[in-house]
């Protein structure tokens, strides 16, 4: 008789639902993934347009110009040019 008693409550048991046990994901976690997503093509675009520029040779020569003219602005000889950008 208590083995009867014993396999009906095991039988009785509350089946777990596999929706009810997974949780579902809220509208802000999908808000923030959609702006990290956007965040992180903006940083491809970005560097890749950074990419350009620094091998683009105008570029550089332009960024040269400029840094050895600061640099007599403020008095240093370019021949002291502590990165040796200026020749």
Known sequence: ????????????????NSKDA??????????????CGC???LACIAGGIAVLCL???SFKESFEESYCENLEK????????PFGICK
């Open 1 to 16: 008789m208590a083995e009867e008693k014993k396999s009906t409550e095991e039988s009785q048991a509350t089946p777990v």
């Open 22 to 35: 997974k949780k579902k994901k809220g509208p802000l976690f999908w808000l923030a993934a959609g702006c």
């Open 39 to 41: 965040l992180v093509i």
């Open 55 to 57: 091998t683009s040779d």
């Open 74 to 81: 403020e008095g240093i000889d370019p021949s002291e040019d």
